[in-house]
């Protein structure tokens, strides 16, 4: 072996000179105790690279030389270096090993391998050298730990043989240690797979550095430990990593590397006179119609500008979408897709398949019963997509952290030893079903779904897929929908048995296959996405703005006297996003008169869907999100009038007939007025004391 301490000590003084100094004055002030070894670039070279061989596949031995050559080492400030800790990073791609691929073979050696963190537990000092004190004598007796979890006692005093004793908690020796948990990328997953994830721990200067949902590199040796049944061990064996070094990842899209032939076909792309028609052909294509859903998805992909304004303001550019609709209309379906084609995304269901459920939670670790902070999958999606199906059955916790979760995009955690926000910078992408199985265009979606109003409006674009049937419509989707079964019938066929009839070439005919092959090949979209959220930052241009102004002021209009505010604030900053996401599709630098009108198009179609009051035909976003239009809002204040009138009139409370010819002599017709009695009966506001009488809940 050529590693040993000299050897070490020459590789510090030759490459590292200027770190030791730099360290040796740290440890004089008491700061790091650390040096960082770039492996890739200094390590891997030196004298072969034969070092850093020995390094990966002895690692024990070779640390505690690298750690004894440092102590050896000299400096300008002629101070000591025992003690630090060399710690190596940037090892080459060829040694980063998958989560699920750590096997016996690495057992003792030093890997690194890349992951996302999902746990972190909070930072705890943990004793190396325990000392004790005899009961008996005050004998002073040490114990080296180990990693386990319980304590090692003395077994006996070495004077007088006594077997009790007492730690001292001052004079042992400690360590500030953290155990985290980092799982595997959750776009490397295929469809359905569970990812994996591996424990590191990690000790002294490390802890405390990173934060569930960050993304990092970590470099260490994996260590087996057997399995314990109460106190007998097993064969099998756990794994964990004990951590050398973390690398947090900061770049968003570094796990695309877009060559010059990828930009070439990218440029041309957005050339095309009619990209957004193939983007939008390039999402779910097996997924018939919904092209306004398709199109928004699309704007989603590619989202708009994030902001920080100089007084420290941040505005989010991630657009949130909401499909709400009848069931078996192809949402969950659309959702699947999309977490196949959208980098980092995240799929999960409203009910959460984790304790951490949406955002974060903080729980009791089961194993050392300390405080563990655990991200769902909002903060997993962090510069990614949150793809959340049946979002209308989440738990309450995630209720209250959504609402910050989608403005600020954080999430806080404050219980017990954990106090943390943690960053979901993630576009929303949800699904939900109504609450009574199938969607009444007649009453506002608010009723219809379970989440709050203030929840509701804070998606950008929300989509209702009604399933009505429509005979000429109907036809075409079975025909699709037929088309797609027979297409992979054929490839299954032709994938199963040799001798079939159809050659490859017939069936990849673009007459067969043109239906439901996307227009851009999955691979190219997902590069055209990353490459145009990285280089194309576009800016409102005069007309743009004037036109945002135009419609916006156009639909506030429509707000007379007191009546219902038709359009908020919050539409116009959604208007912004979306337009910068359209001009940032056509990989334009600036937002022009056609993205606007593009969105105020999709933005009109997603608000008559959701906020046409059907009494008076105009839109009006308190009907949406609120389940009550001005229009009505004034009518049952009238009925709620006459009737508390007629309640003090008539003994058995208001007869319906009454209030009903009431009603009328203030201009509320019969049908009107009986289905807000209705209305207000299912609200709770009033209630029937017997058949065809009405009495005021509150007054
Ligand atoms: P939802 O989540 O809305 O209840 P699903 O996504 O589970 O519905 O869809 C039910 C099935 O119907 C899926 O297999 C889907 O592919 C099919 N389907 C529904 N609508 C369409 C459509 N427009 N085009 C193609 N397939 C469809
Ligand atoms: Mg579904």
Redesign the pocket.
């Known amino acids: 072996m050529l590693s040993s301490p000299q050897i070490w000590k020459e590789f510090f003084e030759t490459y590292y000179r200027d770190e030791l100094n730099r360290l040796a004055g740290a440890v004089e002030f008491d700061g790091d105790r650390s040096l960082y070894v770039d492996f890739l670039r200094d390590l891997s070279i030196y004298r072969e690279g034969r070092l850093g061989e020995e390094l990966l596949a002895n690692p024990d031995r070779v640390l505690n030389h690298a750690k004894e050559g440092l102590s050896l080492t000299e400096n300008i400030y002629d101070v000591s270096l025992d003690g630090c800790v060399v710690r190596f990073f940037n090892l080459p791609a060829s040694k980063r090993v998958l989560i699920r691929d750590l096997r016996s073979e690495h057992i003792s050696r030093f890997v690194a391998v890349e992951g996302i963190v999902r746990k972190v537990t909070e930072v705890r000092p943990r004793v190396i050298v325990a000392a004790f004190s005899c009961t008996k004598c005050g004998k002073l007796v040490e114990v080296a730990q180990d990693d386990e979890v319980v304590l090692k006692q003395p077994y006996e005093c070495p004077i007088c043989k006594n077997r009790k004793f007492v730690l001292l908690p001052e004079e042992s020796k400690t360590v500030d240690s953290q155990r985290i948990k980092v799982q595997e990328y959750p776009e490397n997953l295929r469809g359905g797979e569970q990812p994996q994830q591996i424990d590191v721990m990690l000790e002294s200067d490390l802890t405390g550095k990173v934060n569930p949902g960050d993304r990092v590199v970590i470099n260490g040796v994996v260590r087996a430990k057997p399995r314990k049944v109460g106190s007998r061990q097993l064969q099998h064996m756990d794994i964990h990593i004990d951590g050398n070094s973390v690398e947090v990842l900061q770049q968003e899209y570094e796990e695309f590397e877009i060559t010059d032939e990828d930009k070439k076909k990218i440029l041309e792309l957005a050339e095309d006179k009619r990209i957004f028609e193939k983007v939008v052909a390039s999402i779910a294509p097996?997924?018939?119609?919904?092209e306004d859903v398709k199109l928004a998805i699309a704007l989603q992909l590619f989202g708009g500008v994030p902001k920080k304004l100089p007084d420290g303001t941040e505005i989010r550019g991630d657009i949130h979408v909401l499909l709400v609709?009848d069931?078996?209309?192809?949402?969950?379906?659309i959702l699947r897709y999309v977490h196949r084609i959208a980098p980092r995304s995240v799929y999960t269901t409203g009910k959460g398949t984790t304790t951490a459920g949406l955002t974060a939670t903080a729980t009791r670790d089961e194993f050392d019963g300390r405080w563990t902070l655990e991200a769902g999958a909002l903060v997993l999606a962090d510069k990614g997509i949150a793809l959340v199906d049946e979002i209308d059955k989440m738990r309450n916790e995630d209720r209250s952290a959504l609402h910050e979760a989608m403005e600020q995009q954080t999430v806080s955690v404050a219980k017990a030893g954990i106090n943390a926000v943690l960053r979901a910078r993630c576009a929303l992408l949800g699904?939900a079903n109504p609450k009574y199985g199938r969607f009444d265009r007649y009453s506002p979606i608010a009723d219809q779904i379970n989440l709050s109003p203030t929840l509701l409006s804070r998606f950008d674009l929300i989509f209702v897929l009604t399933d009505e049937p429509d005979e000429s419509k109907d036809r075409k989707?079975a025909e699709?929908?037929l088309r797609a079964h027979e297409i992979g019938e054929k490839f299954e066929k032709l994938r199963n048995i040799a001798l079939v009839e159809y050659t490859k070439e017939e069936l990849t005919k673009e007459s067969e296959l043109a239906e439901i092959l996307p227009a851009i090949d999955p691979e190219l979209l997902r590069k055209y996405v990353a490459y145009a959220k990285r280089t194309v930052f576009p800016v409102l241009s005069e007309e743009a703005k004037r036109r945002i102004t135009e419609f916006y002021l156009s639909l506030r209009s429509r707000a007379k006297d007191n009546s219902a505010v038709p359009v908020t604030a919050r539409q116009l900053e959604a208007l912004v996003r979306l337009a910068e996401a359209s001009a940032r599709l056509r990989l334009s630098d600036v937002v022009e008169r056609e993205d606007v009108d593009r969105v105020i198009e999709i933005i009109r179609r997603s608000l008559e869907q959701i906020a046409v009051d059907p009494e008076t035909g105009e839109i009006d976003i308190d009907y949406a999100f609120t389940g009550t239009s001005k229009s009505q809002r004034d009518r049952i204040m009238i009925l709620k009038r006459i009737i508390e009138d007629l309640e003090s009139a008539y003994e058995k409370g208001a007869p319906e007939e009454e209030i009903i010819r009431a009603a009328e002599g203030e201009g509320i017709g019969e049908t009107k007025a009986r289905e807000l009695l209705r209305k207000m009966k299912e609200m709770g506001d009033i209630y029937s004391p017997r058949d065809g009488y009405y009495r005021l809940a509150v007054k």
């Open positions: 097996s997924i018939y119609g919904h609709g069931p078996g209309v192809a949402k969950s379906q699904a989707l699709h929908i």
